[in-house]
C-alpha cells in the first residue's frame, strides 16, 4: 500500500523536478524517496527472498530514480526533447559506458519485441496477472500509458543488476549531461544515489519464480498478517460468544452485536481472507476497475468516508470492494485522524483493557466501543466498515445523480440496500458501471443496457432507463421495485444473471406460493462482509422479499401457475417443514446430552471453586514477597502465593527464591536454615550420584574409544585395500581425500574421536605432507595402536603431549591412567575433579586393572578448549601448576560441607592428589606430585569414604547397567550438545552443567532412561537456578508430572481427549472444521506443547511465566493448566485456521512456524479466561 | 492461494537421533545449514515445491524425532508417505547398523510400494568417518534401495537425493496409473490427489459466496 503512495509521489516529484531552479531541499526530498523506497524493496526481499519483478515496489523505485535522474538534466546537452528524455539519455551515455550499452540494448529489444508497439516490458510477459496495487496505482491515470513503460530503462537496467554502475556512471561525469546544481552533479547526492542504488541492484528479481507464489504455501507469518487484515470481517473468537446455545450466555452484554454476525461469520472469513488476497497477488480474481476517493457512509458514522472501490471478476462472479482509505493507508495515520470522526458514535473505553472482539488478536489498541458491540479496536472499526459485494447478490442498481455527486445504490436480493456510493464527479461512475457490463457478460447483464454510442462511448440510456415499465412479472419472480424519483439523474438497473434464472424462477415461486415465510433461496442476502448491513440484512431473513424493507408492494402471485398444483404443492411443502423442524429437534436434543456428558467430563480438569482476582494483576513482587516472609524466613501464606503467581506472575529477580516453593522443592513454612540445610543435603546427595556415573561413564569412554578405534581401523584396512580398484569409480566428492589416502594406504590411526572434533578439517585418515605436527602424531598413534595402548594424544595450538615419553611408559603397564585436565580456563574443573576421584574408584573397584582412561568428558568438542595433559614428561612449571590448583567446590563440600559459592568459581587449593592421580604419578614418573599438603590429605580421605559405597560398586557394574548408560550418555550428550545453543546461556560450562543434571537424572531412573526433551525441560531451570544441583533438584519435581507425558506415559493420550472435549465445548466452530478433515482430531500438533510445556512455543522469559503459571495453576485453578494454555494458542489463531481451512499438515506447519512468535502474555491471560469460562460453565449447572 | 501443483508427494526423514534429517530437510527447503539445531520433538514438515520433468512436484517433506522412544508417534506418519529416507551418519557406527531396524519398522508400518532410500549423511567429516562407503553401498545393495552419501553442512548431494526419490516415485506413479488406465478401476494416488485439490478449491469457493 505504500508503493502505492510512493507511485503516487513520484509522479508529484516528476513536475517538481523538470522545474528550472531546484533548491537544495527538493534534492533532499528526492533522495528520501528514493531512499524510502530502496528500503522498502529490501525488505519486501528479505521477507519473500525474492522480488517479483512486476512489484509494486519496483515501480516505485523506478519513479523515484527516473524523478532523481530527470531533474536538472541539460535537455539541450542531450539534443533531444523526447517523451523521456532519461531513455535519451541512457542512449547517449551507451557510447561511453558499456553497462548503459547493454541496457540500451536490451530496452531496444524490448520496445521493439512485442507486436504492439505500446506494450511496455511488463506486459510482453503473460505469466501473471498484475498485482492489483500496482493497477490501482495507475488506475487514475491515463489507461493507455502504463506507468511502467516510462520506467522502461530503469526497470530493465535495475533488473539487468547495472543500474547502480549507470548512476555511478553519469554522477562521475555530470558536467556533461546535468545542470551545475542538478542533484546527480552534486558530489554528495549524486554519489548517495548511485550507493543506494547497490542495493536493489544485488537483489534477486524474478519472474519466472513469479508463480512459485502461488504454488508455495504462505508461510505463517503472512497468514496472521494477513488475518490481522482482515480480522474485521471475520468471526469473533468464542470466548465472546455464547458457549452453548441452550445456555444463558456468559456475556451476554457483548453478544448482541456478535451473535448477529455469527451466521455470516465463516464465510465473510474467508471473503475477507480472499479479499486480502485479492489486495497482496492475485490468482483468483482480476481487477476490473478501481477508484480511489470513492465516499460511502457506513452506519455508525455521520460523513460519508472516502475509500478505494474496486470491481473484481473472481470464479463465483463479479465482487464490489470498498475498504476505508485508512485501512488501505496503513494502521497508523488512521489513528490520528479517525478520532476526529469518529468520536460522536464510538465511545473511547479505557485504553488496553478490553480485548477487541473481532480480533482478539490486536489487544493493544486502542479500544473503542461501539453502541451494542463490544469493544472494538480502531482496525476493526474500520473493517467492519469495509464493504464487499458479491453482484449476483444484488438485483437492483440504483443510480443518483445530483450536482454534488454521483450515487449508486446497491440493492440486494431481499430489498436490502447497501450504504450508498458516492462517486467523484466527472464520468467515473459511467465506466464504473460499464465495467460492470462488461463484468457481468456472458452470464448476465444490465437490464436495461447502457446505451453505446459511438465516439462518445456509454451513456446512460436515458429515456429507456427512467421510469421504467413495471412488469408485473419478471424472470426471477420478483416484483419491480418501484423507482424514485427524487432528481431528474435517477435510474435503476436490473442485473440480472441467466445462468441461474430459470432454475430460480422455479423454485422462488413455488416457495413463495407454498409456505408463508419461506427459506431462502441459495441466493443469501449477505454477501456483504459489512456488518454496518448485518443487521438489516439478518432482519430480512426473515421477511419475505416481497415485504422488504422499503414497504414496497407486497408480491402479487404468479398468475400462471395452476391452482391445483399450488394446492399440492403446498402440501408437500409444510410436510417438508414440519419434518425438518422435528429432525432439527432431535438433532438439538441429542446434541444437548452429549454436551451434557462432555461437561460432567470436563468438570475434572478445573478446580470447582473459582479463587478471586483481586489485586492479583501485579503478581508476586520482591516487595510482596518480602513481606511474607517471616523473621525466621519462612513463608506461610502459600495460597496467596500461588494466586499471585497465578494471575500475576513472579518478579523475575525472586523467581529464583520462588520456583522451588511452586514445584514443591520447598516446603511452606520452612525456615531459612531449614531450607539451607535441605540444599546442603541436597548437593552432598547429588554429588554422590554424580560420583557414581562418572565412574562408569569413564569406562563407557573407555569403551567408545576402543570401538572408535576399532572402526576407524578396520574402514581403514577396508579403503586400504578396496582404494586401488574403487578408485575409478569413486564419486567426485571423495575424490580428495581417496586420493589421498590411496597415496598413503597403510597408515592406520586410531584417533579418539576428540581428536577430530577439534580439527575437523584436516584429514586424518590421510597423511597431509604439509602438516608435518600432523604427521607426527600420526606417526605416533600408529606405534600406540601397535601397542593396544590407545593413549589421548592432544594436539592443536597448545599441543604440549610427548606421545612417545607416554607410549614408553605404558607399554607394559596394565593399567593406564590418564587424566587430562581442564585447563586456563577452568570451565571444566568440576567434572574434572569429580572424573579424578571416578578414576580413583575404578581402580580399586577394578584390581584387575580395568583399562581406564579418563579424558575431560569431552561432551561438547567445541574445539577451542585449552586443555593440558598432566602426564607428559617434562611438565613446565606452569601446567604442572595450573593443572594441580583446580580444585571442586563441589568436592570439597562433599568433604567438609565447606560453603559454596556457585557452581563455578573455584577455590583454589594448593593441590589435590587423589589416589589414582598417586598412582599415576609413579607410573608417569611425574614426580610434581610430591608436594602434598597435610590439611588437604585429610580432605582426600574424606573424599574417599564419601566415594567408597560407590566405589565398593565400582567393580560389580554389570555390563548391561554398563551398556544402558552408555546409550543414555551418547543420546544426552547428542541433545545437550545442540540444546538451545542459540541462548547465550549455554555456553560450553552450562552445557556441561546441564548434561550432568541429565546424566544423573538417568542414573537415578535407569529404567527409564533418556528421553529426548529432557534437556528442553531441564533447561529453563538451569537458567534460572544457575547450579545443578539445585536445577536437578527442581528437574526431579518438574519430571514427576512431566514423566507421564513422555511417551511411555499415558498422559499425552489423555491431553489430547481432553482438547478434543474442550474444544468441542467451547468452540464448536473450529470443532467442526477439524472433524471435517478428520485428520488431525488426533491432535499430534499439540504433542510438543504439552511434552514440553510450550518450552519450545515461547521465549525464554515467557517459557518462565508460562511454567509458573502451570504450577501455581495446580494449586489454585486447574491441575491441567497445559490444556487451557494449548487451547488459548488455538484461540488465538483460531481465525486464521479457519479462513484458511487448514488440515492437519498445514496446521503442524502453522505451528512450527509460530514457535516463539506467540504473544505470551495475551495468550497466558486468555488462558486464564478459558478457565474462568469452563468453571463457570460447571458452576451453573 | 491456488495449489497449481501437479503432483503432491508425501516423503518421511527417519534414522537415529542426531544423524542430521533436520539439517537436510533445512537445506533442502530453505538451502541452509544451521549447526545449532534442536532435537526434534513430534514431527515437523517443510515443503518444497520441485520442477520434476516440467511437473510441478509438491514435496511435503517430514521430519521426525530420532530416539526410538518416539517410535509410536513417528511410525503413525508412515502410512502416507510416498517416500522415505533413511538416514544414518557417517561418523557413528550404530547408526548405520540401526539403519536395518528401522527398514523393519518401515516394513511394518508403511505401506509396501514406498520408495526408500539410504542416506549417509555428515560426509564431509571425512576425518571421522566410521562407515565407508563401500559399506552402505552394500546394505543398499542388500535391501535394493538406492542409497547416496550426503552433507547438509555442505550441501553434498542433498538436492539430488530428493530429486531422486521424487522422481522415482513419480515414475512409479505413473508405471500404475498406465496399468491402471488400460483395465478398469483405475485407483492412484497422485492422480486422487490431484482430483482431490481440485475439487477442494471451488467447494470453499462456493462456501464463500453461497453460505453467507
Request: proline share 6%; net charge neutral.
Given at each position: 500500500m505504500a508503493a502505492q503512495n510512493k507511485a503516487e509521489g513520484g509522479s508529484e516529484e516528476m513536475p517538481a523536478a523538470a522545474a528550472a531552479d531546484p533548491s537544495a531541499e527538493q534534492k533532499e526530498r528526492l533522495i528520501a524517496a528514493v531512499k524510502k523506497e530502496v528500503k522498502q524493496l529490501m525488505e519486501e526481499a528479505v521477507t519473500r527472498k525474492f522480488v517479483h519483478e512486476e512489484s509494486g515496489g519496483v515501480t516505485a523505485l523506478c519513479g523515484a530514480v527516473e524523478a532523481c535522474l530527470g531533474q536538472g538534466l541539460r535537455r539541450r546537452a542531450l539534443g533531444l526533447f523526447k517523451t523521456s528524455s532519461t531513455t535519451a539519455l541512457l542512449h547517449k551515455i551507451a557510447k561511453h559506458c558499456p553497462e548503459a550499452a547493454l541496457v540500451s540494448a536490451r530496452v531496444l529489444a524490448a520496445e521493439g519485441a512485442p507486436a504492439t508497439r505500446s506494450a511496455s516490458g511488463v506486459e510482453r510477459r503473460p505469466s501473471a496477472p498484475r498485482?492489483?496495487?500496482?493497477?490501482?496505482?495507475?488506475?487514475?491515470?491515463?489507461?493507455?500509458?502504463?506507468?511502467?513503460?516510462?520506467?522502461?530503462?530503469?526497470?530493465?537496467?535495475?533488473?539487468e543488476r547495472q543500474l547502480a554502475k549507470i548512476i555511478e556512471h553519469l554522477v562521475n561525469n555530470a558536467n556533461r549531461y546535468y545542470e551545475r546544481d542538478a542533484l546527480v552533479a552534486d558530489p554528495d547526492y549524486g554519489s548517495i544515489l548511485s550507493s543506494l542504488l547497490v542495493g536493489p541492484c544485488a537483489l534477486e528479481y524474478s519472474k519466472a519464480k513469479a508463480p512459485a507464489c502461488f504454488w508455495t504455501d504462505p508461510p505463517a507469518d503472512e497468514l496472521v498478517q494477513r488475518h490481522r487484515m482482515s480480522a474485521g470481517t471475520t468471526t469473533p473468537p468464542s470466548v465472546r460468544r455464547p458457549i452453548l446455545n441452550f445456555k444463558r450466555s456468559l456475556n451476554a452484554s457483548s453478544d448482541d452485536g456478535s451473535s448477529s454476525n455469527t451466521g455470516t461469520g465463516k464465510a465473510a472469513g474467508s471473503s475477507a481472507k480472499d479479499y486480502v488476497e485479492s489486495l497482496h497477488q492475485n490468482s483468483t480474481a482480476t481487477l476490473l476497475y478501481g477508484k480511489n476517493n470513492v465516499r460511502v457512509q457506513p452506519k455508525d458514522v455521520e460523513e460519508p468516508m472516502p475509500g478505494y472501490l474496486s470491481l473484481h471478476q473472481t470464479a463465483a462472479g463479479l465482487v464490489i470492494k470498498w475498504t476505508p482509505n485508512q485501512l488501505m493507508n496503513g494502521y497508523a495515520e488512521s489513528e490520528g485522524i479517525d478520532k476526529s470522526a469518529l468520536r460522536y458514535h464510538l465511545v473511547h473505553a479505557s485504553e488496553c483493557q478490553h480485548t477487541c472482539v473481532l480480533c482478539s488478536l490486536a489487544p493493544t489498541c486502542t479500544v473503542y466501543r461501539r453502541r451494542c458491540a463490544g469493544p472494538l479496536c480502531i482496525d476493526c472499526v474500520y473493517w467492519a466498515m469495509s464493504l464487499q459485494v458479491c453482484v449476483w447478490e444484488v438485483v437492483y442498481v440504483h443510480v443518483h445523480r445530483s450536482q454534488a455527486s454521483d450515487a449508486l445504490i446497491l440493492v440486494g436480493q431481499d430489498g436490502v440496500q447497501r450504504p450508498p456510493i458516492h462517486f467523484p464527479k466527472g464520468g467515473h461512475l459511467l465506466s464504473f458501471l460499464s465495467n460492470l457490463e462488461t463484468g457481468l457478460l456472458p452470464h448476465g447483464q444490465l437490464d436495461p443496457p447502457l446505451w453505446s454510442q459511438r465516439g462518445t462511448g456509454k451513456v446512460f440510456g436515458r429515456g429507456k432507463a427512467r421510469r421504467r415499465p413495471l412488469p408485473s412479472l419478471c424472470e426471477s419472480g420478483e416484483t419491480e421495485e418501484p423507482e424514485w424519483e427524487e432528481t431528474a439523474g435517477d435510474y435503476v438497473f436490473r442485473i440480472v444473471n441467466n445462468a441461474i434464472?430459470?432454475?430460480?424462477?422455479?423454485?422462488?415461486?413455488?416457495?413463495?406460493?407454498?409456505?408463508?415465510?419461506?427459506p431462502r433461496t441459495p441466493r443469501r442476502p449477505l454477501a456483504s462482509t459489512s456488518t454496518t448491513s448485518s443487521d438489516s440484512s439478518t432482519m430480512s431473513v426473515d421477511c419475505p422479499p416481497s415485504a422488504g424493507l422499503n414497504g414496497h408492494p407486497p408480491l402479487t402471485p404468479i398468475p400462471h401457475q395452476p391452482v391445483e398444483q399450488a394446492a399440492s404443492i403446498e402440501l408437500v411443502c409444510s410436510t417438508m417443514r414440519r419434518q425438518i423442524i422435528s429432525r432439527a429437534f432431535y438433532g438439538w436434543l441429542a446434541y444437548c446430552r452429549h454436551l451434557s456428558t462432555v461437561r460432567t467430563h470436563l468438570s475434572g480438569l478445573v478446580h470447582p471453586i473459582i479463587v478471586p482476582r483481586e489485586n492479583a494483576e501485579g503478581g508476586l513482587t520482591d516487595e510482596r514477597w518480602l513481606a511474607m516472609t517471616d523473621e525466621s524466613g519462612a513463608i506461610h501464606d502459600k495460597d496467596e502465593v500461588y494466586r499471585l503467581v497465578y494471575y500475576g506472575g513472579v518478579q523475575h529477580d525472586i523467581r529464583r527464591h520462588v520456583w522451588p516453593y511452586l514445584l514443591g522443592y520447598y516446603e511452606f513454612g520452612s525456615t531459612a536454615e531449614e531450607r539451607a540445610e535441605q540444599d546442603a543435603a541436597c548437593r552432598r546427595q547429588y554429588e554422590t550420584t554424580m560420583s557414581?556415573?562418572?565412574?562408569?561413564?569413564?569406562?563407557?569412554?573407555?569403551?567408545?574409544?576402543?570401538?572408535?578405534?576399532?572402526?576407524?581401523?578396520?574402514?581403514t584396512e577396508a579403503s586400504g585395500k578396496l582404494k586401488p580398484t574403487d578408485n575409478n569409480d569413486t564419486s567426485e566428492v571423495f575424490e580428495d581425500d581417496c586420493s589421498v589416502i590411496s597415496d598413503n594406504p597403510p597408515i592406520v590411526s586410531p584417533e579418539p574421536s576428540e581428536n577430530e572434533q577439534r580439527r575437523p578439517d584436516k584429514p586424518v585418515l590421510s597423511r597431509a605432507p604439509s602438516i608435518d605436527e600432523v604427521d607426527n602424531i600420526e606417526m605416533d598413534s600408529e606405534r600406540d595402536k601397535e601397542t593396544k595402548q590407545n593413549g589421548e594424544t592432544e594436539n592443536g595450538d597448545n599441543r604440549d603431549v610427548d606421545v612417545d615419553s607416554l607410549k614408553d611408559l605404558d607399554e607394559n603397564e596394565d593399567v593406564h591412567l590418564k587424566s587430562v585436565v581442564d585447563n586456563p580456563d577452568m570451565r571444566r574443573e568440576s567434572i574434572a575433579e569429580i572424573k579424578r576421584l571416578a578414576e580413583e574408584i575404578v581402580q580399586k573397584g577394578d584390581g584387575r586393572g580395568l583399562l581406564c582412561s579418563v579424558d575431560s568428558a569431552h561432551v561438547n568438542g567445541t574445539g577451542s578448549d585449552f586443555r593440558s595433559s598432566i602426564d607428559e614428561s617434562g611438565p613446565s612449571p606452569h601446567q604442572q601448576h595450573t593443572s594441580v590448583i583446580i580444585t571442586n567446590p563441589s568436592v570439597d563440600l562433599a568433604a567438609g560441607g565447606s560453603p559454596v559459592s556457585g557452581g563455578t568459581t573455584a577455590q583454589v587449593s594448593p593441590a589435590r592428589s587423589p589416589l589414582g592421580v598417586v598412582r599415576e604419578e609413579s607410573q608417569s614418573a611425574g614426580a610434581s606430585f610430591d608436594t602434598l599438603e597435610p590439611a588437604d590429605r585429610n580432605a582426600q580421605d574424606n573424599r574417599s569414604n564419601c566415594v567408597s559405597p560407590a566405589s565398593s560398586n565400582g567393580g560389580v557394574y554389570s555390563n548391561e547397567l554398563v551398556e544402558s548408560f552408555a546409550l543414555n550418555l551418547h543420546r544426552i550428550e547428542k541433545d545437550v550438545q545442540r540444546c538451545d545453543r542459540n541462548y547465550p546461556f549455554f555456553t560450553d560450562e552450562n552445557l556441561d552443567k546441564l548434561r550432568n543434571i541429565m546424566c544423573t537424572y538417568v542414573w537415578e531412573h535407569?529404567?527409564?532412561g533418556y528421553m529426548q526433551g529432557m534437556c528442553d525441560l531441564a533447561a529453563p531451570l538451569l537458567v534460572m537456578m544457575r547450579e545443578e544441583a539445585h536445577a536437578h533438584a527442581l528437574f526431579n519435581s518438574l519430571m514427576r508430572r512431566a514423566t507421564d507425558n513422555f511417551p511411555s506415559g499415558q498422559a499425552m493420550d489423555a491431553h489430547f481427549a481432553d482438547m478434543r472435549s474442550l474444544i468441542?465445548?467451547?468452540?464448536?466452530?473450529?470443532?467442526?472444521?477439524?472433524?471435517?478433515?478428520?485428520d488431525y482430531t488426533h491432535f499430534y500438533f499439540c504433542y510438543r506443547w504439552f511434552l514440553l510445556d510450550f518450552k519450545r512455543e515461547l521465549l525464554y522469559q515467557d517459557v518462565f511465566a508460562a511454567w509458573e503459571l502451570i504450577w501455581a495453576a495446580r494449586h489454585v485453578a486447574s491441575e491441567h493448566m497445559v490444556l487451557f494454555i494449548a487451547l488459548a494458542l488455538l484461540e488465538t489463531y483460531r481465525d486464521v485456521i479457519l479462513a484458511n481451512t487448514m488440515d492437519f499438515t498445514d496446521i503442524i506447519k502453522f505451528f512450527n512456524e509460530m514457535a516463539e512468535r506467540h504473544d505470551a502474555s495475551a495468550v497466558l491471560s486468555l488462558a486464564r479466561d478459558l478457565v474462568l469460562q469452563v468453571q463457570t460453565l460447571i458452576e451453573n449447572k | 492461494m491456488a495449489k497449481t501443483y501437479d503432483y503432491l508427494f508425501k516423503l518421511l526423514l527417519i534414522g537415529d537421533s542426531g544423524v542430521g534429517k533436520t539439517s537436510i530437510l533445512f537445506r533442502f527447503s530453505e538451502d541452509a545449514f544451521n549447526i545449532s539445531f534442536i532435537s526434534t520433538i513430534g514431527i515437523d514438515f517443510k515443503i518444497r515445491t520441485i520442477d520434476l520433468d516440467g511437473k510441478k512436484v509438491k514435496l511435503q517433506i517430514w521430519d521426525t524425532a530420532g530416539q526410538e522412544r518416539f517410535r509410536t508417534i513417528t511410525t503413525a506418519y508412515y502410512r502416507g508417505s510416498m517416500g522415505i529416507m533413511l538416514v544414518y551418519d557417517v561418523t557413528n557406527e550404530k547408526s548405520f547398523e540401526n539403519i536395518k531396524n528401522w527398514i523393519r519398522n518401515i516394513e511394518e508400518n508403511a505401506s509396501a510400494d514406498v520408495e526408500k532410500m539410504i542416506l549417509g549423511n555428515k560426509c564431509d567429516l571425512e576425518a571421522k568417518r566410521q562407515v565407508s562407503k563401500e559399506r552402505g553401498e552394500q546394505l543398499a545393495v542388500e535391501y535394493q534401495i538406492k542409497f547416496i552419501e550426503t552433507s547438509a553442512k555442505d550441501s553434498l548431494n542433498v538436492e539430488s537425493a530428493f530429486y531422486t526419490l521424487a522422481r522415482d516415485i513419480k515414475a512409479k506413479m505413473e508405471k500404475k496409473q498406465k496399468e491402471a488406465s488400460n483395465p478398469a478401476g483405475a485407483r492412484s494416488g497422485a492422480h486422487q490427489i490431484r482430483a482431490n485439490e481440485q475439487q477442494r478449491k471451488p467447494t470453499s469457493w462456493l462456501s464463500r459466496c453461497s453460505l453467507l
Open positions: 498485482p492489483p496495487l500496482c493497477k490501482r496505482g495507475s488506475g487514475s491515470l491515463l489507461s493507455g500509458s502504463p506507468p511502467t513503460s516510462r520506467h522502461l530503462w530503469i526497470r530493465i537496467a535495475l533488473f434464472a430459470d432454475r430460480e424462477a422455479m423454485r422462488h415461486s413455488l416457495l413463495e406460493r407454498a409456505v408463508q415465510s419461506p557414581e556415573w562418572l565412574c562408569v561413564e569413564a569406562i563407557v569412554r573407555q569403551r567408545d574409544r576402543e570401538a572408535t578405534a576399532a572402526s576407524i581401523a578396520r574402514l535407569l529404567e527409564t468441542q465445548i467451547l468452540d464448536c466452530e473450529l470443532y467442526e472444521l477439524m472433524h471435517a478433515h478428520g | -
